[in-house]
């Protein structure tokens, strides 16, 4: 079975402090996405990444992609109360047809 | 455009009887994926249609089934309820079901079903 892991599970840090949220897996994708999901609300999908060692920015936040493809990492800066919510990777493995996600990182920021 | 659209928002069902949920799509897609999540175990693929056709599977008993209309429109049934079935059941729209290439899921708010 192909396990997509999060880390960490839970983080909580003070506005304005920076922080990194990672995804691994052991097999590669074809591509990966990011997700934000708010307390009763579905997953709203932040970026997708597809080539390796690809950065993507958004704001305060960058996506980075693994070269090997196998792992990305979210790393925000500054980070706001705004920010807090559940943050999901999903992906999609080489000769797979569906979307996995990982566990999550639920991330609180304290005002 | 609205966006995808879930009922009902909310559920309470008792162990044994079944349930129906109800999924539209954003106008346009052609895709409805559906899937289960819980604290402990996360957001878990339940299926896939595609243009009425059950295209992917997940990992998941034969009490749980789904089927698409030719509108797109999609629902979901639980039969035979256990209490593990309780989760926040998501569904998520695309144009045409290509998660390889990083095409972009909608998901609705969930319908919360809490089996008692």
């Known amino acids: 079975t192909q396990l997509l892991e999060q880390s960490p599970q839970f983080l909580s840090i003070q506005e304005g402090e920076n922080l990194t949220v990672y995804c691994n897996s052991s097999s590669v994708f074809s591509s990966l996405q990011w997700y934000r999901q708010e307390p009763g609300e579905g997953p709203v999908l932040l970026v997708t990444?597809?080539?390796?060692?690809e950065v993507k920015k958004l704001k305060r936040l960058t996506f980075q992609f693994g070269d090997a493809r196998k792992d990305s990492s979210l790393h925000i800066t500054a980070a706001q109360p705004g920010d807090t919510g559940l943050y999901l990777c999903a992906g999609v493995w080489q000769g797979a047809q569906k979307l996995v996600f990982g566990q999550g990182t639920r991330l609180t920021i304290n005002p | 455009k609205a966006g995808v659209t879930q009922t009902p928002r909310y559920l309470i069902k008792t162990r044994g009887q079944q349930v129906t949920l109800s999924c539209s799509p954003i106008s346009g897609h052609r895709s409805v994926s559906w899937y289960q999540q819980t604290p402990g175990q996360g957001l878990q693929f339940l299926f896939e249609?595609?243009?009425?056709?059950?295209?992917n599977k997940g990992n998941f008993p034969g009490r749980f089934s789904g089927r698409q209309f030719s509108n797109s429109r999609s629902e979901m049934n639980v039969s035979t309820l256990e209490l593990g079935d309780s989760a926040l059941y998501l569904c998520?729209?695309?144009?045409?079901?290509?998660?390889?290439?990083?095409?972009?899921?909608?998901f609705g708010s969930g319908t919360q079903l809490s089996v008692l």
């Open positions: 998520a729209s695309s144009l045409s079901g290509a998660p390889k290439s990083g095409e972009k899921l909608f």
């Open positions: 249609y595609f243009s009425e056709t059950q295209r």
């Open positions: 990444v597809v080539t390796g060692g």
